[in-house]
């Protein structure tokens, strides 16, 4: 991989050489530098053998992303006397001029049992040049704490954190004035209060995401904040009773992946996303499904994705707002639809995702009693992705078409690379009776 990027590099400072001038080496170094920061600090140093000019360009790059997460026989050494990775980024940052880091990366899969002490060392490195964003992935033997530092970095705006990471902060600790993004994703925390502490000690946190598993005996997981406008959580519980709070006032997009839907939501939403991996037993329990669609009536657009599709047999509150809807089911699981639609007399665009194609096609189309009024009266796109003409599929659009009187355009996406089978497909839709005269109907397969 690396051999190729190399040779790659060299290609392209062929093609832009115009008369024997190299065009990129004349760049002025800050633009080389900026270029270099957008790939792995192991190619940047590559670079250092194309001439006496490059030689010195990789020092001074102003992002740092160094990964060892390849098989051992695949890694920077061989059992021979190659160099190890722990040598090659304590070597990259000896080396490395006293420039500010816009953006230290490692990801690490270890067993080495004092690796800690090295990438403790590096974080600090990384803090001590005012880094502006961290992203760090372990998977480590046990797990890695995050150095006291971090909570307190003046520079920093971006934080990432996954896998074998411990928060153990408290809440006159931490201190994060320029921290806009925060990624926590299935990290460990010391105490209950970490979590807290962190987002408190964010005064300025615009965008949060959480993915968290349950630990210990905790039953709960409060997310709390008033700047936060974008809220994305997947909470993975093996506890039915474990709750999710959410209190964010000035929250405005909010993607949530639930596998309980046990939740307090506090606030109005924009736009949302919703992944449901119910179980039978939660399927069954209506009224989680009435809470959880609760706080989206003024939702302008919601994205609703579900493994299995429950029983609707109850009212849907009413999305006044929503303008724009995605339905992502599982071949053709579609009996929640008709009360989305009647839930949302203003619905102006309809996306319909088939996700699963193989089936087992369980479940069928079947129409409801009254014609929802945004069919009629409102929706003017509909997009129907991985159609196969299945004889329910067909139903569907049937209806659709008939009732839909200011459609303006159907989009029908089929995955297919048979021309044959899509241009049939084609042929029945277009001679469907269409309630729109306006309405066009577009096919395509990829």
Not at 87 to 104: E, M
Not at 165 to 186: A, F, G, I, T
Not at 381 to 390: A, G, M, P
Request: charged letters at 20%; a neutral charge.
């Amino acid at each position: 991989m690396l051999l190729k990027f190399i040779m790659l590099l060299v290609s392209w400072t062929n093609l832009l050489s115009i008369g024997g001038v190299d065009r990129i080496s004349n760049l002025p170094d800050p633009l080389i530098c900026h270029i270099l920061s957008f790939i792995p600090t192991k190619q940047s140093v590559a670079t250092s053998i194309l001439s006496t000019r490059w030689k010195p360009l990789w020092t001074m790059v102003p992002a740092l992303d160094f990964e060892d997460t390849e098989k051992r026989d695949q890694r920077y050494h061989d059992n021979n006397n190659r160099m190890t990775f722990i040598h090659f980024v304590c070597g990259v940052l000896a080396v490395r001029k006293p420039v500010p880091l816009k953006k230290f990366k490692l990801q690490l899969i270890s067993p080495n049992q004092s690796i800690h002490f090295h990438v403790r060392a590096w974080i600090y490195y990384a803090i001590r040049h005012g880094v502006e964003e961290i992203d760090v992935r372990l998977f480590l033997r046990r797990p890695f704490e995050l150095p006291q530092c971090v909570f307190s970095c003046k520079s920093l705006e971006i934080m990432t954190l996954y896998g074998m990471v411990v928060l153990n902060c408290h809440s006159e600790s931490v201190y994060l004035p320029k921290v806009k993004h925060l990624r926590l994703l299935k990290v460990k925390y010391a105490n209950e209060d970490s979590f807290h502490s962190l987002l408190t000690g964010s005064p300025h946190l615009q965008k949060l995401s959480v993915w968290t598993d349950q630990q210990d005996d905790t039953m709960a997981l409060n997310i709390c904040h008033p700047t936060v406008e974008w809220l994305s959580a997947i909470i993975e519980a093996q506890d039915h009773r474990f709750k999710l709070e959410i209190n964010v006032p000035n929250l405005k997009f909010l993607n949530l992946v639930d596998s309980i839907f046990q939740y307090d939501l506090m606030n109005k939403v924009v736009k949302a996303t919703f992944d449901l991996f119910e179980d039978e037993q939660q399927a069954s329990d209506l009224e989680k499904y009435s809470h959880l669609l609760g706080p989206l009536a003024d939702a302008h657009t919601l994205t609703l994705q579900y493994a299995k599709s429950p029983c609707f047999d109850f009212s849907l509150p009413m999305l006044n707002n929503l303008r724009s809807l995605q339905l992502q089911v599982r071949c053709c699981q579609w009996h929640l639809l008709p009360n989305l639609l009647e839930s949302a007399p203003n619905l102006v665009n309809l996306i319909i995702n088939k996700e699963d194609t193989e089936g087992p096609h369980e479940l069928s189309w079947t129409e409801p009693l009254h014609v929802p009024k945004c069919l009629e009266l409102r929706i003017r796109r509909i997009s129907i992705l991985q159609f196969r003409s299945l004889e329910h599929e067909v139903k569907l659009i049937k209806y659709i078409l008939k009732n839909a009187k200011v459609l303006e355009i159907m989009d029908i996406l089929t995955g297919l690379s048979d021309l044959e089978e899509s241009h049939h497909i084609f042929k029945i839709i277009s001679e469907l009776p269409k309630g729109s005269s306006a309405c066009k109907l577009f096919l395509l397969n990829n």
